[in-house]
């Protein structure tokens, strides 16, 4: 999206975020952020954060209500143009990047995003979901088969990154020599979605993007000509209703499934391992009971939420908590502070494994909801299984780190041993 003109401070918003903590860019914020989250949600729920220009919301029942909110968009550019809103169009350079972004579903509001996650969600029902559980759980079994004989091993990197880039890029029918390419663009993209991000890191997301997207152009040209048993060649098919994807449409959101499939499963499964070795009797309850596996994956990812934040851009004035937040202005929803709000979840702050209801946001809500949440939650279901059956004596082995990364929040490497 483009970048402020100018940012006002407004003195009549109250408390500022920064006062109370609010740093992303601060490696002890990213470590911690959950007591300045309950600060935020107790002191200023709805607080101006005039180093963003954005507006901090933290209550469950706000997040919640404005994810449902129509006068509230994931892009402007449906309505008004970057300079009719009053900000730099992004330089010509970046092309490469918002050419691929302004098509993803995430980025779209109706009437594009209706036709396209109609197209797209005919690879998300239960049924195409669940009949890829055999493929999923072979995945799993020869990851887990690769760790077993090792004494010491990084979660992330040797099992839990490897899994979810499998799993997609088997939906696509991506070969498997080029699937090492796809974890680095998907990182590399992924880059200019940071607050802060530096030029630097703008320049590589966008020379990423133009080779993923270079490379899936050539993908999608193939299928169409030659289409074979997998979601690239049905994505170049139109649907029942006639709606059809561009080749460009079909390349930017398979851009989108590979990068979600990557980040946030992969933070979340990282940053769920960290939380159960933090707490051994939650984790000694799981090995006792594996069936406690699907609550646990929602209450893992409410407890320490992979993707903490996501904007909303203001089309017409809103009120929330009584702050009038003018049409043009920007929120930053705190997924991550909504998941720990007492006012929603009982003993907010502790890991209840068999939780139920379980009414996180971590997946999001409304039309974005996140299509690929069963997947996700048959995936993570998976693992952990695999995880608590076949290496039950599995440990912390360091303390891990955490990427200097706020919005794609999760660990720098997982030190495990088998003990
Ligand atoms: C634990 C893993 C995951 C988490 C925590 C997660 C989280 C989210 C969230 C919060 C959103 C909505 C963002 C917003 O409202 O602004 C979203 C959207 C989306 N996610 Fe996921 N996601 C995960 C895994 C996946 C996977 C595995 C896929 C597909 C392979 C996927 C595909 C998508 C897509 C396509 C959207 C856009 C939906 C739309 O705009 O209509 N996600 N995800």
Request: glycine residues 12%; proline residues 8%.
């Given at each position: 999206m483009g970048s402020r003109t100018s940012v006002s401070p407004r003195?009549?918003?109250?408390?500022?975020p920064r006062d109370l903590g609010?740093?992303?860019?601060?490696p002890a914020f990213v470590a911690d952020p959950y007591p300045v989250f309950a600060r935020l949600r107790e002191e200023a729920p709805v607080a101006f954060d005039p180093a963003t220009g954005q507006w901090i919301v933290t209550r469950h029942a706000d997040v919640s209500a404005a994810l449902r909110d129509r006068r509230l968009g994931r892009t402007y550019l449906h309505v008004a143009t970057h300079e009719e809103w009053g900000h730099e169009a992004p330089p010509e350079w970046q092309d490469p990047f918002w050419d691929v972004a302004r098509l993803q579903l995430l980025d779209l509001e109706p009437p594009d995003h209706t036709r396209l996650r109609r197209l797209l969600a005919r690879a998300f029902t239960p049924r195409a979901v669940e009949a890829m559980r055999p493929r999923i759980v072979a995945i799993v079994d020869d990851l887990v088969g690769a760790v077993a004989d090792l004494r010491e091993f990084d979660l992330l990197a040797d099992?839990?990154?490897p899994f979810p880039v499998a799993v997609v890029a088997d939906m696509l029918g991506i070969p498997e020599a080029d699937r090492r390419l796809l974890r680095p663009w998907s990182a590399e993209f992924t880059l200019m979605f940071e607050i802060d991000a530096t030029d630097d890191q703008r320049r590589r997301a966008a020379v990423a993007s133009g080779d993923f997207a270079a490379y899936l152009s050539e993908l999608v040209r193939e299928r169409r000509e030659r289409p074979r048993d997998d979601l690239l060649s049905q994505m170049v098919h139109p649907g029942e209703a006639g709606d059809a994807m561009s080749d460009a449409e079909v390349v930017a959101n398979a851009i989108l499934l590979l990068n979600a499939g990557h980040e946030a499963t992969v933070n979340g499964a990282g940053n769920a391992w960290f939380a159960l070795f933090r707490h051994p009797a939650a984790l000694a309850a799981l090995r006792a009971h594996p069936e406690l596996a699907p609550t646990a994956v929602d209450e893992l990812l409410r407890f320490d939420t992979p993707a903490p934040m996501f904007e909303r851009w203001v089309l017409e004035d809103v009120e929330i908590d009584g702050v009038t937040i003018p049409a043009g202005d920007e929120i930053a929803l705190q997924f991550g502070a909504a998941n720990r709000d007492p006012a929603a979840f009982a003993d907010a702050d502790a890991l209840v494994l068999?939780?139920?209801p379980n009414p996180h946001v971590a997946f999001g809500?409304?039309?974005?909801?996140?299509?690929g949440a069963p997947l996700a939650r048959l995936e993570l279901d998976i693992l952990y299984r695999a995880l608590v059956e076949r290496l039950p004596t599995l440990e912390l082995a360091a303390e891990p780190e955490w990427k200097p990364r706020f919005v794609l929040r999760g660990l720098r490497a997982l030190p495990v041993r088998i003990a």
């Open positions: 003195p009549e918003a109250g408390v500022a609010y740093a992303p860019g601060d099992l839990v990154e068999d939780r139920a809500a409304g039309i974005h909801f996140c299509l």
